[in-house]
């Protein structure tokens, strides 16, 4: 069964780093019917440059987002009173805000974010908050990684991670 993602800044920034072995943003529809990307994380991307990013990837993310039909979808359906609550967490970027925001309305089945997820978790337990390691077990699991340990050795590269988080993602999948 296919499901519905939400995308977060964080996760989106590491793919776009480690897609020199071959474009992640692909795959993702093997696993998904469509993501939704939140206002706050399109103007993050298209602000941001992160240092070992290629920019045409980046370009080329961007203008895959459309309004309503194609995989990636933008979406600005938002929980205006679950947003202000989000907000008032110490650490939590407008980008990862509004993603939370609109889960609450739209009811994903994925949160897809690497950078809080563990924390967010147990503050909403009740979203399924995917990391990119878990992501990639699960491409890897339905056989769509061309060469997975080159793939997690990329994604190691840029976030580091040990055999627990690898044994958990597993899990998770």
Same mark, same amino acid.
């Given at each position: 069964?296919?499901?519905?993602?939400?995308?977060?800044?964080?996760?989106?920034?590491?793919?776009?780093?480690?897609?020199?072995?071959?474009?992640?943003?692909?795959?993702?529809?093997?696993?998904?019917?469509?993501?939704?990307?939140?206002? &706050? %994380?399109?103007?993050?991307?298209?602000? $941001?440059?992160?240092?070992?990013?290629?920019?045409?990837?980046? /370009?080329?993310? @961007?203008?895959?987002?459309?309004?309503?039909?194609?995989?990636?979808?933008?979406?600005?359906?938002?929980?205006?009173?679950?947003?202000?609550?989000?907000?008032?967490?110490?650490?939590?970027?407008?980008?990862?805000?509004?993603?939370?925001?609109?889960?609450?309305?739209?009811?994903?089945?994925?949160?897809?974010?690497?950078?809080?997820?563990?924390?967010?978790? &147990? %503050?909403?337990?009740?979203?399924?908050? $995917?990391?990119?390691?878990?992501?990639?077990?699960?491409?890897? /699991?339905?056989? @769509?990684?061309?060469?997975?340990?080159?793939?997690?050795?990329?994604?190691?590269?840029?976030?580091?991670?040990?055999?627990?988080?690898?044994?958990?993602?597993?899990?998770?999948?």
């Amino acid at each position: 069964m296919k499901r519905i993602a939400v995308l977060d800044t964080s996760l989106i920034s590491t793919w776009l780093k480690i897609q020199r072995q071959f474009d992640l943003f692909e795959l993702l529809p093997n696993i998904a019917e469509y993501a939704l990307v939140p206002q &706050k %994380v399109v103007e993050e991307i298209a602000r $941001h440059s992160p240092e070992g990013e290629r920019p045409e990837g980046r /370009q080329r993310f @961007l203008d895959s987002i459309t309004d309503a039909h194609g995989f990636y979808r933008l979406c600005t359906t938002i929980d205006a009173v679950i947003l202000n609550e989000i907000s008032t967490l110490p650490k939590v970027d407008p980008g990862e805000a509004e993603a939370l925001a609109q889960n609450s309305v739209v009811q994903a089945d994925w949160i897809l974010m690497d950078d809080k997820a563990s924390i967010l978790e &147990k %503050v909403f337990p009740q979203v399924s908050f $995917h990391n990119s390691i878990v992501i990639l077990e699960i491409m890897n /699991q339905a056989g @769509l990684l061309p060469d997975a340990k080159n793939t997690f050795e990329a994604l190691h590269s840029v976030r580091a991670f040990g055999s627990k988080h690898k044994a958990k993602a597993m899990k998770k999948a």
